[in-house]
């Protein structure tokens, strides 16, 4: 999981403004992933990514967005929309959707003001 | 879709003794369950994993048994050490083109000196 790298590792921003969380993978990995994960809540999926150009929406994708242009990255941006965005975001990447073994990226925590 | 549900929220047990934490799910299709480990601070990362076709599954001191009849799967660790105290996650997944992994809400577990 060495291979899979976010930034930054901390990141304020003011109410109202969108950001991007930065994920990149080094392990040839075709399947990516962006969990938000809050006290208690355990791991929820926002977004995946199957291959380059194509994702899907998870179960809490109000609010945010995602690109996949390159099969290293995969970035997430929290829109002004997401209601309550404080919160640690986690990337991580598997093989294959298929294979699910995944591996996470050491997470951005995210404090909006 | 999957629901997987861990109980208890949280676990205490002695230096020396073994924890058991177990998990439920709902979707009978689901053929392989991961564990993973989140240390504060630090990414979550896979322990152990088991797949559908074999009952039991160990490494050193980690186990896990799966009954897909109840449908639900354990964690078992022996001879607990204090840097055994993490959030522990269990999750489900069909294993399949389009599948995801549905967490748990994590179990965490603290190991007395």
């Known amino acids: 999981d060495g291979g899979i790298t976010q930034s930054p590792k901390y990141l304020f921003r003011k109410e109202g403004q969108n950001v991007t969380l930065s994920c990149e993978q080094n392990?040839?990995?075709?399947?990516m992933y962006w969990y938000r994960q809050d006290p208690g809540q355990g791991l929820r999926l926002i977004y995946y990514?199957?291959?380059?150009?194509?994702?899907q929406k998870g179960d809490i994708a109000e609010g945010y967005s995602v690109s996949r242009e390159k099969k290293e990255s995969f970035p997430l941006t929290v829109t002004s929309a997401q209601k309550n965005p404080t919160a640690f975001y986690l990337c991580?990447?598997?093989?294959?959707?298929?294979?699910?073994?995944?591996?996470f990226g050491p997470g951005t925590r995210l404090t909006v003001l | 879709g999957e629901n997987v549900e861990q109980h208890p929220s949280t676990l205490s047990v002695q230096e020396g003794d073994s924890a058991v934490i177990k998990c439920t799910y709902s979707?009978?299709?689901?053929?392989?369950f991961p564990w993973y480990k989140q240390e504060l601070g630090k990414r979550p990362q896979l322990i152990i994993d088991?797949?559908?076709?074999?009952g039991e599954k160990k490494d050193q001191r980690i186990a896990v048994t799966l009954n897909k009849t109840a449908k639900h799967f354990s964690l078992h660790i022996t001879e607990t050490q204090p840097e055994d105290s993490a959030v522990y996650f269990c999750?489900?997944?069909?294993?399949?083109?389009?599948?995801?992994?549905?967490f748990g809400k994590g179990i965490t577990l603290s190991v007395r000196p």
């Open positions: 991580a990447s598997s093989i294959m959707i298929s294979t699910d073994t995944q591996y």
């Open positions: 990514s199957q291959i380059v150009n194509d994702f």
């Open positions: 999750a489900a997944s069909t294993g399949g083109a389009n599948s995801k992994l549905t």
């Open positions: 979707d009978s299709a689901s053929n392989y």
């Open positions: 392990l040839n990995h075709d399947a």
């Open positions: 088991i797949r559908s076709n074999v």
